[in-house]
């Protein structure tokens, strides 16, 4: 697999449903960070969670990051429509100039 | 809050015409990014900049293309012969410093569309 994939690739769920999406990466990371992008528009970063976390919250989201698997999850609790987007993972690798590298991204559908 | 701003938000050229697309990074940020968006693809780094010159460059970002942070605020991406192949969505964004602690912001994208 490549640096940063998420699955599902499509998720759809009801209104006040929770949504997980995971993500994987191959390399040792500074950071990942979770970023939201609505059809056809610019990134919006969620929450970072650096290498040596394990959870984080933030509002209705959580983020867990298991670095001796390589894989991070976010839940969306009491999802709403307006959480209707693209979800994207991008890991900080360890060693560079601290660029990000994105996964395929999850799109999220959720109905009323 | 601060934000990176672009510019335009879509600009369409022919095909061999030069394109510069504008950013202003939040303003105490130090290191600068660009990233690009096919569409329906994943987003794909394209260069880094800090301290006034390139810290790290993809494969996509060959001679055709180039960085420059005329002033204190701007940081312009310029592509000199743009192909078909070039239409996507450009992200600029920006970070305050290096390491884990340290989110990066984008901008809402311009859209470049070559004909």
């Known amino acids: 697999s490549q640096q940063g994939e998420e699955d599902p690739q499509a998720l759809s769920i009801q209104e006040g449903e929770n949504a997980t999406m995971n993500c994987s990466y191959k390399t040792s990371i500074n950071n990942l960070q979770w970023y939201r992008q609505n059809s056809g528009r610019g990134l919006v970063h969620l929450i970072l969670?650096?290498?040596?976390?394990r959870e984080k919250h933030s509002g209705r989201l959580r983020v867990t990051l298991d670095t001796s698997k390589k894989s991070s999850s976010l839940l969306i609790t009491a999802s709403r429509a307006a959480d209707t987007a693209s979800y994207f993972c991008a890991t900080d690798v360890a060693g560079t100039a601290s660029k990000l590298t994105f996964g395929t991204g999850t799109r999220l559908q959720v109905t009323l | 809050e601060p934000e990176v701003t672009q510019t335009p938000s879509h600009q369409v050229t022919q095909m061999g015409q030069e394109v510069i697309l504008r950013c202003v990074p939040i303003s105490n940020h130090l290191y600068f990014y660009w990233y690009r968006q096919i569409l329906g693809q994943k987003v794909e780094f394209l260069v880094s900049?800090?301290?006034?010159?390139?810290?790290?460059k993809s494969e996509i970002f060959d001679d055709q293309f180039s960085v420059e942070r005329p002033d204190g605020s701007n940081f312009t991406l310029k592509i000199r012969s743009t192909k078909l192949e070039d239409s996507a969505m450009y992200f600029c964004a920006s970070k305050l410093g290096r390491g884990r602690d340290y989110e990066q912001y984008f901008g809402p994208g311009t859209r470049l569309t070559v004909t």
């Open positions: 900049f800090y301290n006034n010159e390139i810290s790290e």
């Open positions: 969670i650096r290498s040596n976390e």
